[in-house]
T-cell receptor, first 114, second 113 residues
Framework: DVKVTQSSRYLVKRTGEKVFLECVQD?????MFWYRQDPGLGLRLIYFSYDVKMKEKGDIPEGYSVSREKKERFSLILESASTNQTSMYLC?????????????FGEGSWLTVV | GENVEQHPSTLSVQEGDSAVIKCTYSDSASNYFPWYKQELGKRPQLIID?????GEKKDQRIAVTLNKTAKHFSLHITETQPEDSAVYFC????????????FGTGTRLTVIP
């Protein structure tokens, strides 16, 4: 069974703080993703990575960066958190690059920026 | 890039009735269309998917249909039960060379006992 683990389920951070959200998958998947989920907006892609040290921007990359130093780990970084980044963040992975791949999600990280 | 629209945003049905959720997509090169169910406080989980060489797929009480010409696909849930209450997301794998899924905005289904 595929397991995608997000280290923090609930975080409260102050405006201007640097925030790290960590994600680990245990199935040797090539692709990893970070989505943001907001009511009425669905799931929006922030960044994805198809290989170690590779990254590509999604639909809403502004204010975020990512790091993929190891295949199993994909980190989302908020360099200077702002209140409009209060949201639920979902990490996901899929086996291969390209289409026809099932994406598996982590449990989500609820971030509140005050 | 791909644009996926999903309707309705909310849907209430009586237990035992059927529920239908519809999605349209913009990129004719998209070829994989999964549906995810997200229960309150939990992760989205794949419930069924369909690929572009198939027009319909069924798994017990759920089915998905795909019309490639019209670029729309639908989720059908029959004999709904209270545990079907959740948010459902459609998605489309975007086009040639694309490497990610594009999601609809979700439908909150409530099954009334």
């Amino acid at each position: 069974d595929v397991k995608v683990t997000q280290s923090s389920r609930y975080l409260v951070k102050r405006t201007g703080e640097k925030v790290f959200l960590e994600c680990v998958q245990d199935m040797d998947h090539e692709n990893m993703f970070w989505y943001r989920q907001d009511p009425g907006l669905g799931l929006r892609l922030i960044y994805f990575s198809y290989d170690v040290k590779m990254k590509e921007k999604g639909d809403i990359p502004e204010g975020y960066s990512v790091s993929r130093e190891k295949k199993e780990r994909f980190s989302l970084i908020l360099e200077s958190a702002s209140t409009n980044q209060t949201s639920m963040y979902l990490c996901a992975s899929s086996q291969f690059r390209g289409s026809r791949n099932t994406i598996y999600f982590g449990e989500g990280s609820w971030l509140t920026v005050v | 890039g791909e644009n996926v629209e999903q309707h309705p945003s909310t849907l209430s049905v009586q237990e035992g009735d059927s529920a239908v959720i519809k999605c349209t997509y913009s990129d004719s090169a998209s070829n994989y269309f999964p549906w995810y169910k997200q229960e309150l406080g939990k992760r989205p989980q794949l419930i069924i998917d369909i690929r572009s060489n198939v027009g319909e797929k069924k798994d017990q009480r759920i089915a998905v249909t795909l019309n490639k010409t019209a670029k729309h696909f639908s989720l059908h849930i029959t004999e709904t039960q209270p545990e079907d209450s959740a948010v459902y997301f459609c998605a489309a794998w975007g086009g040639t060379g694309a490497n990610n899924l594009f999601f609809g905005t979700g439908t909150r289904l409530t099954v009334i006992p």
